[in-house]
C-alpha cells in the first residue's frame, strides 16, 4: 500500500518530512500510526488463531475420517471372514449331505441310488469305447432264518459282516453298494466274464469261511449266492439286471452257496 493510498501514512509521512511541524502533531500522528499497528497485530494474532484452530479441526476431522474408515475396514474385513467360514461351512455342509444321501446307514457301502447312477455311467462308457462290464447281486442265504433264530440285532451284524468282506475283496474302480436288505451289488467296469467269474467265487468263499460271534458261545457261518451277466453292449440298465437276477434265482434254486452266470 503506498503512503498516498493510506491517508494516515501520507499524514505521518509529511509530518516527518516537514521541518516545522510541532513535536505534538509529530507524536499524535506517531501515536496514530503505533494504535493502528497495534490494532493490526491483534488482528493478526486473532486471524492466526481462527486458522490455527481451522487447521485443528481439518485435522480432527480428518482423523476421524481415518477412524471411521479405519473401523469400516475392520467391519468389511470382520464381514468377509464370518462370508468365508459360512462358505466353507456350506461347502462342508453340502459335502456331508451328499455323503448322507449315497451312503447305506448301516453298512457305510454305497446305496442303491448311487449304485443306480454309476451303472448308468459305467454302461455309457462301456458302450462308448466298447469295453466289457459285468455285473453281480450278491444275496445272504437263508437271512430270514438268521433274523428269526437271533433276532434283527444279529441279522444286521450279518449284514455288517458280508459288507466288510465285499469291501476288502473288490479292486480300486469296482462298486460295491448294498442292493437292499440282505442284497449286494457289484459292478466290475473294464472286466470281462472270466475275471469277473474268479472275483464273485473268492468273494463267494471268503463268506462262507467267515464266523460271525453271536455271543460267547454261538457263532453263525452263512453263505452268499451270486448272480453274474457280462453287459452284452446294447441291453439297458434294468435289462442288464434282470438278467442277473434271473441268474441269481437260477443259484439259489440249484442250492445256493454258489455263483451262476446269466444265460
Not at 466298447?130 to 450278491?138: E, G
Request: proline share 2%; charged share 30%; glycine share 4%.
Amino acid at each position: 500500500m503506498s503512503f498516498k493510498a493510506d491517508p494516515l501514512l501520507g499524514t505521518v509521512s509529511t509530518l516527518l518530512a516537514d521541518d516545522s511541524a510541532s513535536v505534538e502533531d509529530l507524536r499524535a500522528g506517531l501515536a496514530a500510526l503505533l494504535q493502528r499497528c497495534t490494532d493490526q497485530e491483534r488482528l493478526l494474532e486473532r486471524v492466526t488463531r481462527l486458522s490455527d484452530g481451522f487447521q485443528r479441526a481439518e485435522r480432527d476431522r480428518g482423523a476421524d475420517y481415518l477412524k471411521h474408515y479405519l473401523n469400516e475396514v475392520k467391519r468389511v474385513e470382520k464381514i468377509v471372514r464370518i462370508s468365508d467360514r459360512y462358505q466353507e461351512m456350506l461347502r462342508e455342509l453340502n459335502s456331508r449331505l451328499t455323503c448322507m444321501a449315497n451312503t447305506d446307514y448301516l453298512t457305510s457301502l454305497e446305496n442303491r441310488r448311487f449304485a443306480c447312477e454309476q451303472l448308468e455311467s459305467a454302461l455309457d462308457l462301456a458302450r462308448r469305447y466298447r469295453r466289457p462290464l459285468c455285473l453281480a447281486v450278491i444275496d445272504i442265504d437263508f437271512f430270514k432264518l438268521v433274523n428269526d433264530r437271533f433276532g434283527h440285532h444279529v441279522g444286521d451284524q450279518a449284514i455288517c459282516a458280508v459288507a466288510k468282506l465285499l469291501a476288502q475283496s473288490v479292486r480300486e474302480g469296482d462298486l460295491c453298494a448294498r442292493w437292499g436288505g440282505e442284497e449286494f451289488l457289484l459292478i466290475f467296469p473294464a472286466t470281462a466274464l472270466p475275471e469277473a467269474f474268479s472275483l464273485v467265487e473268492e468273494v463267494r468263499q471268503c463268506v462262507a469261511a467267515a464266523n460271525l460271534p453271536v455271543d460267547d458261545r454261538t457263532s453263525l457261518n452263512f453263505s452268499v449266492s451270486i448272480g453274474l451277466a457280462q453287459f452284452d453292449g446294447r441291453e439297458l440298465a434294468h435289462e442288464l439286471i434282470r438278467r442277473v437276477d434271473a441268474a441269481l434265482y437260477q443259484a439259489k434254486r440249484s442250492g445256493r452257496n454258489r455263483s451262476q452266470v446269466a444265460g
